[in-house]
T-cell receptor, first 114, second 115 residues
Framework: DGGITQSPKYLFRKEGQNVTLSCEQN?????MYWYRQDPGQGLRLIYY???????QKGDIAEGYSVSREKKESFPLTVTSAQKNPTAFYLC?????????????FGSGTQLSVL | AQSVAQPEDQVNVAEGNPLTVKCTYS??????LFWYVQYPNRGLQFLLKYITGDNLVKGSYGFEAEFNKSQTSFHLKKPSALVSDSALYFC?????????????FGGGTRVLVKP
């Protein structure tokens, strides 16, 4: 999947628990993204980062947090404030976040609530 | 605001027949348009994109799409479908004039190619 590694493949969250999804890329891309996929709703943007130490909220950022301390890594934390976290989470990257470049996607993490 | 619509949840086609997956978009300025494909439990894979120039864009695996500005459409086509084309297809749009690099995806169309 284009040099982007997401882990774990499956993750379970208990009530009131924060969980962190990992995303690492070795493509030397500046821009990274987190999407949430729900059946029939397509992909919705949670957060994106166009450069290290900077990130912006997407369309559904509430209940989520991110960090971008290294170019290769863009972890997503699903906090206890996210009341409906069950979904398939996809990480992506692109060369520089400008213009019409294509996105490269990881294989995804399925998050479920216990 | 930018948006994209895929009016069909599922498209069924016999192997060897032409395949069309519909997409319409809405942007305030000019669009960048993309098609991606997703196989079960996997990430999305890029198929093709329209940036500027020729309205007919050719992409991976024999797919093509035609940009129609007057109809604000970007339908995906393949002249002869294969069983292996069965997957979930997503159209996406970015408003060139919008700040940031936010790509908006449609809800997806499931394609089932029967032998």
């Amino acid at each position: 999947d284009g040099g982007i590694t997401q882990s774990p493949k499956y993750l379970f969250r208990k009530e009131g628990q924060n969980v962190t999804l990992s995303c690492e890329q070795n493509l030397n891309h500046d821009a990274m993204y987190w999407y949430r996929q729900d059946p029939g709703q397509g992909l919705r943007l949670i957060y994106y980062s166009q450069i290290v130490n900077d990130f912006q909220k997407g369309d559904i950022a509430e209940g989520y947090s991110v960090s971008r301390e290294k170019k290769e890594s863009f972890p997503l934390t699903v906090t206890s404030a996210q009341k409906n976290p069950t979904a398939f989470y996809l990480c992506a990257s692109s060369i520089n976040g400008q213009g019409g470049e294509k996105l490269f996607f990881g294989s995804g993490t399925q998050l479920s609530v216990l | 605001a930018q948006s994209v619509a895929q009016p069909e949840d599922q498209v069924n086609v016999a192997e060897g027949n032409p395949l069309t997956v519909k997409c319409t978009y809405s942007v305030s300025g000019n669009p960048y348009l993309f098609w991606y494909v997703q196989y079960p439990n996997r990430g999305l894979q890029f198929l093709l994109k329209y940036i500027t120039g020729d309205n007919l864009v050719k992409g991976s695996y024999g797919f093509e799409a035609e940009f129609n500005k007057s109809q604000t459409s970007f339908h995906l086509k393949k002249p002869s479908a294969l069983v292996s084309d069965s997957a979930l297809y997503f159209c996406a749009v970015r408003d060139i004039g919008a700040a940031g690099n936010k790509l908006t995806f449609g809800g997806g169309t499931r394609v089932l190619v029967k032998p």
